[in-house]
């Protein structure tokens, strides 16, 4: 059974994982990037307290000793259903089977405004990307005497208070407090205002009461001022315009408010349900089409537990991958011993920190609640028992354990080949007079 499974997210890489090695199956799993990304992690990476490569593993690494796993860096572009077969940015691929485990990435909701002057943090890449913006920043405000555009570049706007936001918010909060201005002593940091704006009338909406109330104040006690029931309307790099009649002046906008699912063409539109995801049954087989499977943030299955689709997190995709690699193996051995298993998630619970200490747990059976050091200590656990990788897992630890005593990364890196204000290629901005020595605050 010759398998192509489209994406090397949590889904893709537990199936081949799972096919690995194991016989009757030949195994192609692509990707556009050659490593599998931890997600979870990425806002650690955008504000420094992790290396990029810590929160990354090569794919092709992963199945060093595989028999029958082949990995193909590329992009899948269509799917030619009729004649199994994919095209891809590289070339076309036969299939017996097609998984498309291509997860999802940033919705801007059709508002290409925002779209060209937010940033996304969707992958490692623009993770990076967004470090590199917020340090170059800084460096801007070291060289302006325009206080107007200090204000502007002091002020990050962060859109979208379920975990992404509520987690960006909190670390860059506390660099605020505890490395910036260190890093630079020329700039009064009291300027610095960082905003999260969310729509709803709490944060962290899909956790219990408790983990709102908690993760908001949190937040607040850090200095980040929440927005609520407000959405951005407008941001053209320089002015972000809200739903409530204000405005912000902020050279940053990060954009964590809504995520779409990544289907290649050739998918009907027939087969494709809210927030652009694949309608699968129970099997995670796209409906009404014999030999192709949507899993984990692009697959839309309704389920008694789940009548409207499961939520889009790690352990879903991790779970229907492991339930499909069971019945493709009943199937290869074309065993009627057994039924083929259908879905069903089990949740055991929801966390989300916002700051070092500073945690919520929601576990639903039973039912418990918790806050603090025992949410923080319970979620540093979880993501280390994920991460792909011994030598990650321990890197990640002991970041972990040295910025706990210090205080400090020393990850504040800028790759990029000269530095230049960005006000000299910013949206047409007047360049800010610039001074020859730091200036003190
Ligand atoms: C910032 C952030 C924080 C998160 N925090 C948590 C958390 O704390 N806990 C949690 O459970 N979940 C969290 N999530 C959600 C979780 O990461 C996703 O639910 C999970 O990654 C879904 O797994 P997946 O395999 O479906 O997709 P992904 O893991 O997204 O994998 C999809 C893969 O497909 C590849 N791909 C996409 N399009 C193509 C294409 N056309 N061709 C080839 N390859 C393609 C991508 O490169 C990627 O490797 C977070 C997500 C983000 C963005």
């Not at 799972?18 to 799993?29: A, D, I, Q, R, Y």
């Not at 800084?138 to 936001?165: C, H, M, N, W």
């Not at 694949?278 to 030999?291: A, H, L, Q, S």
Request: hydrophobic share 40%.
């Amino acid at each position: 059974m010759k398998v192509v499974i489209a994406g090397g997210g949590f889904a893709g890489m537990k199936l081949a994982r799972s096919l690995n090695n194991k016989p009757g199956f030949e195994v192609m799993l692509l990707d556009r990037f050659n490593y599998h990304q931890f997600q979870p992690l990425f806002y650690q990476v955008a504000t420094s307290g992790l290396d990029a490569s810590n929160i990354s593993f090569p794919l092709r690494k992963a199945f060093h000793k595989s028999k029958n796993v082949r990995i193909r860096v590329s992009k899948i572009e269509e799917i030619l259903h009729d004649q199994n077969k994919i095209i891809t940015d590289q070339g076309e691929i036969d299939y017996d089977i097609l998984v498309l485990a291509t997860g999802a990435d940033t919705n801007f909701f059709g508002n290409k405004q925002i779209m060209e002057n937010a940033f996304p943090m969707k992958s490692t890449v623009e993770a990076l990307q967004l470090r590199h913006r917020m340090l170059l920043n800084f460096e801007d405000v070291v060289v302006s005497k325009d206080q107007a555009y200090i204000d502007r570049l002091l002020t990050i706007a962060i859109v979208g208070g379920g975990p992404t936001g509520v987690e960006l918010s909190g670390a860059i909060a506390e660099m605020k407090i505890y490395v910036l201005p260190y890093d630079y002593p020329e700039i009064d940091f009291r300027r610095m205002k960082i905003y999260l704006i969310e729509a709803g009338d709490k944060t962290l909406g899909t956790m219990s009461e408790k983990s709102s109330e908690q993760s908001l104040k949190y937040l607040q006690d850090l200095g980040v001022t929440v927005i609520l029931k407000t959405q951005l309307t407008e941001y053209d790099g320089q002015t972000a315009r809200l739903s409530n009649g204000e405005s912000l002046q902020t050279a940053t906008v990060i954009w964590a408010a809504g995520i779409k699912g990544n289907i290649p063409q050739g998918v009907d539109a027939s087969l494709i349900a809210r927030g652009n995801r694949i309608k699968v049954d129970r099997f995670n087989k796209v409906n009404g089409i014999e030999n192709i499977y949507a899993l984990g943030d692009v697959a839309y299955m309704e389920t008694p537990l789940y009548p409207h689709g499961h939520p889009q997190v790690a352990n879903v995709a991790i779970n229907q991958a492991k339930n499909l690699a069971n019945n493709l193996r009943w199937m290869e051995m074309k065993s009627n011993s057994r039924q083929l298993e259908e879905f069903e998630y089990h949740d055991k619970g929801s966390l989300a920190t916002v700051g070092r200490n500073l945690a919520v747990a929601d576990i639903p059976k039973p039912k418990m609640h918790f806050g603090g050091f025992t949410a923080w200590l319970i979620w540093m656990l979880l993501h280390l028992v994920l991460i792909l990788g011994v030598k990650n897992r321990l890197q990640v630890f002991i970041n972990w354990i040295y910025n706990y005593i210090t205080y400090d990364q020393s990850l504040r890196l800028i790759f990029t080949e000269f530095y230049k204000p960005r006000s000299v290629d910013h949206l047409g901005e007047k360049k800010p007079e610039l001074v020859a020595e730091n200036t003190p605050a």
